[in-house]
């Protein structure tokens, strides 16, 4: 089996991605030889070319990248649900949703989100004092932004901008961290480290048909 490295990662995501070395350069300013070297794990590279090949390669999570490239440690952090600014959380959804010319029923069909719920928090002011109102959980605030193509950390007011990412924000626990970091077994069937890839790739089909 081969070993998850940094430099398989983004082999992998650049392939994902359909970009060729130097289409990948353009997206991060990187050298194209450099990125060669980091896939081939021939250098380390630094927590900011790390950050870079993040906003290049769509679907690529930044912490991956940096755990990988040894920057964050191997335990997946504790979600923070104070991270979410709730103001600015209504006023971006507000605005998202009405660039995007949906409805809010065709949002709630999207994300199958509540559509009572989508109303209190596209409505912070009004609803924010009622006892019907619930804060956004983080699923909820990451299924809106990748339906509204903008990342969580904008959305959540993390981030200024709607494709930029913030240590800050809010993050699910990732299911490879479980996976890395846990003795696992399915009933009788103990899950070694190919089986547990295997699982990862089902999930990514099972993804990309949707």
Known sequence: MIKKTLGRYVYEMRLRNNLS???LAK???LSYSYIHSIESDKVHPSRNAVIALSKGLDGAFPDELLRLGGFLPERFPKNIQGNIHLELFSARLKKCLSQSHWTEDT???KTSIDRSLLSNWLNHDTYRTSSSYQTPDIIS???LARTLD???DYLSGNA???TERAVSTPRPTNLRDILAVETLALDHIPLDEEKKEKIIDMIYVLFNEE
């Open 160 to 162: 200024n901008k709607p």
């Open 27 to 29: 997206e991060t300013g």
């Open 150 to 152: 903008v990342t969580p």
């Open 141 to 143: 605030v990451y299924k």
């Open 21 to 23: 070395l130097r289409d």
């Open 107 to 109: 949002l709630a069909v």
